[in-house]
């Protein structure tokens, strides 16, 4: 099987090494970057071949897939519309050392990597993304698109908008709703439901101010 992974950096090397150990050795990855050189990744799992442009000159043939080595939400999205003419599989990536209860549903291009618990009943959209360590609880909800950066904890019946970023080590407590594209920061704790689309920082989670509102209130 060819695999042809989207992304070149560190988080595409991790979902790489995560589909190697759950598929074998023999599979076959090619790397593609706008940003990273032609030449073997660092981690030794394959080469970077080409720019996104180049895709579409790899996917001749039945056994071939694409891998989203993307973390960043705004940007998984603006890839997967770039691509979406190919008319190629996504793979959806678990790390064979994650943790993924009874009725879980992985959506298409999604990933859950080492570490991760997903336990129950939990429904996973399109090409989100479950890092290292994660928790995410019974009966919850993890929109399209959305990403938890490692050691994200998200409680029981909490459902994450479509788009949501977590940081490392933000949670979320039993039974609240975080809105479409809202981004919670590093150790973030929401206690309440949050409306989307903007940034949230402390315990508990409030909003963050802008620059310019920083500037107008100095």
Not at 171 to 193: E, K, N, Q, R
Request: hydrophobic letters at 45%.
């Amino acid at each position: 099987m060819r695999y042809l992974v989207i992304g070149a950096a560190g988080h595409a090397q991790e979902v790489a090494w995560s589909l190697v150990e759950e598929r074998g050795r023999d599979c076959e990855l090619r790397f593609f970057d706008d940003a990273v050189g032609p030449g073997p990744v660092a981690c030794g799992l394959g080469d970077v071949v080409g720019r996104l442009d180049d895709v579409a000159n790899h996917v001749r043939g039945d056994e071939v897939a694409l891998v989203l080595g993307i973390g960043r939400p705004r940007i998984k999205r603006a890839v997967v519309a770039r691509l979406a003419t190919l008319d190629v599989p996504w793979a959806t990536v678990v790390h064979p050392r994650a943790t993924i209860g009874p009725n879980v549903e992985l959506g298409a291009g999604s990933y859950v990597a080492v570490g991760a618990v997903v336990t129950l009943n939990v429904r996973m959209g399109r090409f989100a993304t479950i890092n290292t360590h994660c928790q995410v609880a019974h009966d919850g909800i993890v929109g399209e698109f959305a990403t938890l950066h490692p050691s994200a904890h998200v409680a029981g019946c909490v459902a994450i908008g479509e788009g949501c970023e977590l940081g490392t080590g933000a949670s979320v407590i039993p039974g609240v709703a975080i809105g479409d594209w809202a981004v919670l920061g590093a150790g973030c704790v929401a206690t309440t439901s949050l409306r989307g689309g903007a940034t949230y920082v402390g315990v508990p989670a409030r909003a963050a101010r802008s620059p310019a509102a920083e500037r107008r209130a100095g």
